[in-house]
C-alpha cells in the first residue's frame, strides 16, 4: 500500500528530536530541583602556600537528575542559563555556601562562581548582600570567580557592576586565567583581588618548559600587580613544588583535596566524594 502524505523521519531529525527531549528532560528536571531543593553543594580546599594551610573553599554545584543520574555542571549550567533559571539556582548557591561558612573558622573564605547572565542580572548584588547579612558575615569572606567569557558580553556594564560589588567589600577571582580572550587586558582595566591560573598551564609546566615560562611571568604579573596568584589544577607532588618554586600564593587541585559534598546536614558527619 502506499503511505501518500506520510513522510519519513530523516535519521538526523530524528537526532534532534532526541536531543531536544533529552534537554527538555534536563530543564524539567532542574525546575524541579529548584523548588524541591535537589541541588548539593561540593567544597573543594584552597590551600595557602606559604602556610601550607586551608585558606578557603571553592564551592561547586552538584545535581544528580531523578532519572540520569549525577549531570555535570559545564552541562546543566548553559541550560539552566538558556532556561531562564541561572538567577534562582545562583541564589541558592550563594545561599547554601554562606550558610556553611557560617559554620567554619573565621579565617576561612568561600567562593562560589558566577556565569556571564548572573554578572548580566541586577539579582546578583542582592543575593550576596541577602547571604552575608542573613548569616552575619563579613563580606571580604565571599568571594565570586568569573570568567573571561563573562566579562565580554557588555565590558562596560559589567566593569560597574564589578567595581560596586568590590566596594560592598566582596572579593573578586578571575576564573580560568590564560584561556579566553584578551586575558591581559582585563588584568589592566579591571580591580579583581585574585587570578585562578587555568589548569591546563599547570599541567603542561612540568614537561614543557614554554608552559613554565608563560605560568612563571603570570606568577609575576600578577604579584606586580597585587593581585593573589592561584594556581588550579594541582593534581601532584611535582606541580605542587613546582607552583611553590616559581612564588604561587594559593593551590587547588586533586593533590590538595578533592570536592567533596558535606553531609553533616543530615546528622552524618563525613563526606561524599564527587569526582
Ligand atoms: P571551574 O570553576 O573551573 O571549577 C573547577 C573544576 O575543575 C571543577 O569541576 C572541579 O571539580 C575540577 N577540578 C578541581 N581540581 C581538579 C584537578 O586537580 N584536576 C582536574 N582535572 N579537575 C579538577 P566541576 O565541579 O565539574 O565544575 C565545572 C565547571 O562548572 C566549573 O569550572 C564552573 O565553571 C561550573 N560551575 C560549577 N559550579 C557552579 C555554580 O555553582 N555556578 C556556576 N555558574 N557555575 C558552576
Ligand atoms: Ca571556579
Ligand atoms: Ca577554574
Ligand atoms: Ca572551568
New binding site residues.
Partial sequence: AKRAGRRRAHPYEHAMTEALRKRQEIVDGLHDAVKGGGFRLAF?PIADLASGITCGYE???RWQHPERGWI???VF?PIAEDAGLIDDI?RW?IAEACRHLAGWSPHLYVA????AA?LASDALLDHLTQAVMTNGLAAERLEI?ITETALIRDPAKVAGRLERIRKLGFKIAL??FGTGQSSLSHLRDLCFDRIKID?SFVLRAASDPRSMAVLRATVRLGRELGVITHA????TSEQLALCREIGCDAV???HIGR?LIPLIDMGMPYYVQT?
Fill in positions: 573543594q564551592a561547586l554545584l555535570s555542571p559545564e549550567i545562583g548557591v562560589v562562581n558566577v556565569s548572573q570567580e576564573d580560568d589548569r588550579e589544577g594541582v593534581e587547588q587541585g586533586y570536592p569526582d
